[in-house]
């Protein structure tokens, strides 16, 4: 959803393990190596009505070094930032404050 703010996001390659998908993101979208992987939740995600998209997102909590954070892909990225949970920027991804509400 281009214009609007979204945690990181991927998909797995076949035969790849999640954790492996995340380092693997991580790592694309961020330049940076995880320091910890953490799976927090799962939820189905529909989509449309009626629903014309369904898949399964796994949530993880990814700890990496700040200093290390870069754009990976700018050509998906307009910029990156550090917000607190109570200080979320908008407009966020459709699919954003479900995936952060799995952090509990």
């Given amino acids: 959803e281009p214009g609007t703010w979204d945690c ?3 998909a797995l390659e ?3 393990t999640f954790e492996a998908a995340v380092a693997r ?3 694309e979208e961020y ?3 995880p320091l910890g992987i953490e799976r927090i939740g799962v939820r189905n995600v529909l989509r449309g ?3 014309v ?8 909590a ?6 290390e954070v870069t754009i990976g892909e700018p050509h998906k990225f307009d910029a990156l930032r550090w917000f607190a ?3 979320l920027p908008a407009p966020l991804h459709s699919q954003c404050a479900e995936s952060l509400a799995c952090f509990g």
């Fill in 8 to 10: 990181g996001a991927g």
């Fill in 14 to 16: 076949f035969g790849e």
């Fill in 25 to 27: 993101e991580v790592g």
């Fill in 31 to 33: 330049g940076a190596q």
């Fill in 49 to 51: 009505d009626p629903v």
């Fill in 53 to 60: 998209s369904h898949w399964v997102a796994v949530i993880f």
């Fill in 62 to 67: 990814v700890r990496v070094a700040p200093d």
């Fill in 85 to 87: 949970p109570d200080a």
